[in-house]
């Protein structure tokens, strides 16, 4: 079927506001990661699901940011009281059952590309 | 966390074979070495992986070094189609999260 999906693709917002972006995986793909990309650099991770299970949350930069996945398919990442240092591009990718066919691969969506005025 | 190290740049000619090196001299022996690349506005797109030993695909091929600190990604005929910045990733076998670096962006000239 499709691929990752996400969006909105763009979304330009005021300082202090807060937004959400939303991500669909692959139908049946039972761990989904987030990441930041900041421009001109790679992608650094942000927290991982799997199904509905927030595992890890390390890398979110401070508590304004929220990630929640409640029924174990879409994912959305909130982020509260933005800051222009949160504009970036926001990936999302998700991943099949590890012993499947290509298990190990993460499949990523285009990128939710946020700009904080 | 373990680290990689990669040419910011790199150019190569149509149809010519492509070597992008990549360093992670802190390895462990639980890390996967997988690489991606990423065209403009678009997510990484998996190109190949391998734990030990050399791997090849259709797209690519993955030569690690005996020691594991480092390894290179061939391109056997680079494409116009091939030009992206090419990450060289570790993923820690026991966990989940990639360790992205900056990458090698990959200019390919007619």
């Known amino acids: 079927g499709a691929g990752v999906s996400q969006s909105p693709r763009y979304k330009v917002a005021k300082r202090g506001q807060d937004v959400a972006l939303r991500c669909d995986p692959i139908s049946g793909h039972v761990s989904l990661f987030w990441y930041q990309q900041a421009l001109g650099q790679g992608p650094e991770f942000l927290t991982y699901f799997q199904n509905e299970a927030q595992l890890d949350k390390s890398g979110l930069p401070s508590d304004r940011f929220f990630a929640e996945r409640p029924e174990g398919s879409v994912s959305t990442l909130k982020i509260q009281r933005t800051q222009q240092e949160d504009s970036a591009v926001y990936l999302c990718a998700s991943r099949g059952p590890r012993l499947a066919l290509r298990g190990e691969t993460q499949y990523f969506g285009p990128g939710t590309r946020l700009l904080v005025l | 966390d373990a680290k990689t190290t990669q040419p910011n740049s790199m150019e190569s000619n149509e149809e010519e074979p492509v070597h992008l090196p990549c360093n992670h001299s802190?390895?462990?022996?639980?890390?996967?070495i997988h690489w991606y690349r990423q065209l403009p506005s678009q997510g990484p797109e998996y190109v190949i992986h391998?734990?030990?030993s050399n791997v090849n695909n259709r797209m690519a091929s993955l030569a690690i070094a005996e020691d594991r600190k480092s390894s290179t990604l061939i391109l056997h005929r680079a494409t116009l189609r091939d030009a992206a910045v090419y990450y060289c990733?570790?993923?820690?076998?026991?966990?989940?999260?990639?360790?992205f670096g900056s990458g090698t962006k990959l200019n390919v000239k007619p």
């Open positions: 802190t390895i462990s022996g639980t890390d996967y």
């Open positions: 391998g734990l030990t």
């Open positions: 990733i570790l993923r820690d076998g026991r966990f989940n999260k990639f360790y």
